[in-house]
């Protein structure tokens, strides 16, 4: 079974502070992505990588960078953590871009005060 | 521009009963679509996909069938059981794109 763990599943942070949430996975998969969940939203693409130190914007990446210094971990920063981007943050991978699924972690539910 | 859309914020299933769950989409290039099922605080676990050369696919009490002309899937679940309540997702993407869409997920209540 593919492993994809988020570092932590509850963070509360201040405007302003840069955060950094951390995500691994096990099954050795090219492509990893970042989404937010929220309510009547549905799941949002905030970045995704297909390689090391390669990656793309997704809808809504403003706000948002990433890193992927190694190919089984995807980071996603916050630069200056800001009250709207209070949320939950998926981290999802996959073996291929084409007929085969996302694999997600099991979230991490940000709080910005 | 949402390119796939589950209009149906909420269902309520009895025990026992079959539970349908909707979904449109846009874009007629897409050519996999998959459902995905969420419980609180934990994130989406993948369910079922079906790929645009099939009408249906079926995995033990789960179903999804694809109306291409329609631009339409649907999920079956039969028999629903109170374990099933939780948010599900259906999501699109098509070939030679980097890109998974998903829908606004319907909260499923099967009640016991």
């Known amino acids: 079974d593919v492993k994809v763990t988020q570092s932590s599943r509850y963070l509360v942070k201040r405007t302003g502070e840069k955060v950094f949430l951390e995500c691994v996975q096990d099954?050795?998969?090219?492509?990893m992505f970042w989404y937010r969940q929220d309510p009547g939203l549905g799941l949002r693409l905030i970045y995704f990588?297909?390689?090391?130190?390669?990656?793309e914007k997704g809808d809504i990446p403003e706000g948002y960078s990433v890193s992927r210094e190694k190919k089984e971990r995807f980071s996603l920063i916050l630069e200056s953590a800001s009250t709207n981007q209070t949320s939950m943050y998926l981290c999802?991978?996959?073996?291929?871009?084409?007929?085969?699924?996302?694999?997600f972690g099991n979230g991490t539910r940000l709080t910005v005060t | 521009d949402q390119q796939v859309k589950q209009n149906s914020p909420s269902l309520s299933v009895q025990e026992g009963r079959i539970s349908i769950l909707n979904c449109d989409y846009t874009?007629?290039?897409?050519?996999?679509f998959l459902w995905y099922k969420k419980y609180p605080a934990e994130g989406p676990t993948f369910l079922i996909s079906?790929?645009?050369?099939?009408d249906k696919n079926e995995d033990g009490r789960f179903t999804v069938f694809l109306n291409k002309s329609a631009k339409h899937l649907s999920l079956h679940i039969v028999p629903s059981q109170p374990g099933d309540s939780a948010v599900y997702f259906c999501?699109?993407?098509?070939?030679?794109?980097?890109?998974?869409?998903f829908g606004s997920g319907t909260k499923l209540n099967v009640k016991p």
């Open positions: 990588s297909y390689d090391v130190k390669m990656k």
């Open positions: 999501a699109a993407s098509r070939y030679n794109f980097n890109k998974f869409y």
């Open positions: 099954m050795d998969h090219e492509n």
């Open positions: 999802a991978s996959t073996r291929s871009l084409y007929n085969s699924p996302l694999h």
């Open positions: 079906i790929s645009s050369i099939k």
């Open positions: 874009n007629s290039m897409f050519d996999y």
